[in-house]
């Protein structure tokens, strides 16, 4: 028989690996109804815009992970009960965390495998690194705003999103000490596809970005480099980002 003390500590490690289950699994569980609704959305969205979105529609695999990130830990607290709602919400700083059915266009977009490593500009709140997060072996995610940086990579360690990394600082010139990236999302909008980025693509992979000024007309573009390091682009659907910071992207 186990001494009194052992069967206390056996216990308490017990309950307390128990309360560490409920802790990171709880999320998923609430508001049932509105992520289910937030889904058929997306698909309604994708259905209506054919030209953007690739073969049959947003890869089942995308939409099973947006069924499961709780956005609403991604906005403030006055605005939870709009998280699931397909639209942009703002998160301060002159940020926004952007509508749904965008997040799952453009991270089906750049079609990322398990082995693949993902290069983020604009961090935000963190959601759009948290939905990427399943899908690669490694994402890394820069956010030119301190504030927001600091606080999504908080939020995104709380929620044990453990292959994500943010840093502070100008996302124009990517993250050169870890490229070449399999696949490049930019979520805000630029004047010109950044030519730092284009370079530190890898032979066959894909960036997303939104390019426009901020009171013209923007574009979400699909950037790919071919095997042979040529490059092609193809304009996808009119979009409303917020501005790039940084770099020449004023």
């Not at 705003?145 to 929620?159: C, H």
Request: proline fraction near 8%; charged fraction near 20%.
């Amino acid at each position: 028989m186990r001494p009194l003390a052992q069967c206390q500590a056996l216990l308490a490690a017990v309950l307390a690996s128990a309360a560490a289950v409920v802790s990171t699994s709880a999320p998923a569980q609430d508001r049932p109804s509105e992520r289910a609704a937030m889904i058929e959305t997306i698909k309604s969205h994708a259905r209506s815009a054919p030209s953007a979105v690739e073969g049959q529609g947003i890869d089942p695999a995308v939409l099973e992970t947006m069924a499961k990130v709780p956005r609403h830990l991604f906005v403030p607290e006055e605005l939870r009960g709009a998280a699931y709602r397909d639209r942009p919400l703002p998160i301060g700083y002159g940020q926004t965390i952007s509508q749904p059915f965008i997040v799952a266009l453009m991270t089906d977009l750049i079609n990322v495998g398990s082995g693949d490593v993902v290069l983020e500009i604009g961090t935000g709140s963190g959601y759009q690194a948290a939905v990427l997060s399943p899908h690669a072996a490694k994402v890394y995610s820069i956010e030119i705003i301190p504030e927001l940086g600091k606080r999504a990579a908080a939020r995104l360690a709380e929620l044990r999103f453990g292959n994500v990394e943010v840093k502070v600082g100008d996302g124009y010139y990517g993250w050169p000490a870890h490229a070449p990236y399999d696949g490049i999302l930019v979520t805000a909008a630029a004047s010109h596809i950044p030519p730092p980025l284009v370079e530190q693509l890898a032979k066959g992979g894909r960036m997303v970005v939104p390019v426009g000024g901020p009171f013209a007309t923007q574009f979400l573009m699909l950037v790919e480099k071919r095997r042979d390091g040529s490059i092609t682009t193809r304009q996808l659907l009119p979009v409303g980002f917020v501005p790039l910071r940084g770099g020449r992207a004023r």
